[in-house]
């Protein structure tokens, strides 16, 4: 007898159980879904709190990362590392009532001497720890001994017995023979003053206003220091292009060679600008500053050194500056790229300095114009100092020189 068959399931069976099994599928699917939306949801966030964060530190870059740099990217990274890890010991040495550790004022043509003096006190690159220290500040004032009607023969003894004062008290010059020292001055002679001590000529940083190259100043050694007039008469230009009417403007003293051809040249122009000598103050309250706001380019020839407080003012009003100037190192040279924000010329340019503003084009000029209200931070000085400005960018070309010391 065979035994009974089982009973086979039926076609509604079968479909019951297929439309079971494809219920949990779709369930276990929309739970996993689920749950990775929420996952990619807190993730996303996370995510966009970054871009944010990122997007800050970008937007805090912008103001460094532009093109008027030579190296933005090399110039971002060492200036941080500067802020990091600079030293500066200052001597202690000379009293303060003479010549010695305080400038003699923050205003005038060489105000940019005692603003460094001042800033450097008041900033934390500072030790009291001289082991510490990447370079030695010579802190001697060579526009104080000028104020006090000091001699340019006694002023170089002065300054040559002060260095040896210090060499005979202290090892620290001895290690590199001044190599990792540095003194700063503003005034004409100023670098005249060192030439009694030829180590100081030699192997020291000159920090100095009137930095030519036929008068011994060493590019890659020494510092151009912007020569300011501060506090400057009126506030700052820029972004005012269509009140720049006049093509170009000068006036000052004859006191050099450049500035008696252009004014020779040009003084009958209809175009340019060009006074045969400072404009009097009778005519009016700050005529002279004014015209810089309603220029276009603003002429800045050497005057009895290569450099002027009038290329400054430009910057500062908004006016394009041209430098007329032979042999001179321009300040933070190898920072900024001078040709994205003023008209470099030779001496010898003069003859046909007409022709070549107008040869520049609206939009050209529009770029170096924007260019130049940029870079207006790089040549202000503020006490205290604040990041970007004069003193930090001179800290920063001296930063840059401690790297070539060898001990």
């Not at 009778?282 to 020839?301: E, H, N, W």
Request: net charge positive; charged share 20%.
């Amino acid at each position: 007898m065979w035994p009974a068959k089982p009973p086979q399931p039926t076609a509604s069976s079968y479909c019951s159980l297929r439309s079971y099994l494809l219920s949990l599928a779709i369930l276990t699917l929309l739970s996993f879904t689920y749950l990775s939306l929420n996952s990619f949801h807190s993730s996303n966030s996370q995510v966009q709190s970054s871009q944010q964060v990122v997007r800050a530190k970008e937007e805090v870059l912008t103001e460094v990362l532009t093109d008027v740099y030579n190296s933005p990217e090399v110039f971002r990274l060492n200036y941080e590392e500067m802020e990091r890890k600079f030293k500066v010991y200052i001597y202690k040495d000379g009293d303060p009532k003479t010549f010695y550790q305080t400038p003699r004022k923050l205003t005038g043509k060489y105000s940019s001497e005692g603003y460094f003096f001042q800033n450097i006190r008041e900033s934390k690159f500072v030790t009291e720890d001289p082991d510490q220290a990447h370079l030695f500040f010579i802190p001697i004032s060579c526009h104080k001994m000028r104020g006090k009607g000091t001699s340019y023969e006694n002023m170089t003894i002065i300054v040559q017995n002060y260095v040896d004062s210090l060499i005979a008290k202290y090892p620290y010059w001895n290690r590199t023979m001044g190599a990792d020292h540095f003194f700063v001055t503003c005034h004409d002679v100023g670098v005249r003053a060192t030439e009694g001590h030829p180590f100081l000529v030699k192997n020291a940083i000159r920090v100095v206003c009137s930095p030519s190259y036929d008068v011994g100043y060493i590019p890659h050694k020494d510092v151009a220091l912007p020569q300011v007039l501060q506090p400057f008469a009126l506030p700052a230009g820029g972004n005012d292009i269509e009140n720049r009417t006049t093509l170009g403007f000068w006036a000052g003293h004859r006191n050099s060679k450049i500035r008696v051809i252009l004014a020779r040249q040009w003084e009958n122009d209809s175009e340019l600008d060009i006074s045969n000598n400072r404009i009097n103050r009778a005519t009016g309250p700050l005529v002279y500053q004014k015209r810089f706001y309603r220029t276009k380019f603003c002429i800045c020839p050497g005057g009895s050194q290569v450099n002027s407080a009038r290329i400054t003012d430009s910057i500062h009003y908004g006016c394009v500056p041209v430098i007329l100037s032979d042999y001179y190192d321009l300040p933070f040279n190898d920072i900024l790229d001078w040709h994205k924000f003023a008209v470099i010329l030779r001496e010898k340019d003069v003859y046909d300095l007409k022709q070549i503003l107008k040869n520049i084009t609206q939009e050209e000029f529009v770029t170096l114009h924007n260019n130049l209200v940029k870079i207006q931070k790089h040549f202000q000085w503020n006490t205290p100092p604040v990041r970007h400005d004069t003193f930090h960018m001179v800290m920063y070309e001296l930063w840059l020189r401690h790297h070539v010391i060898k001990y």
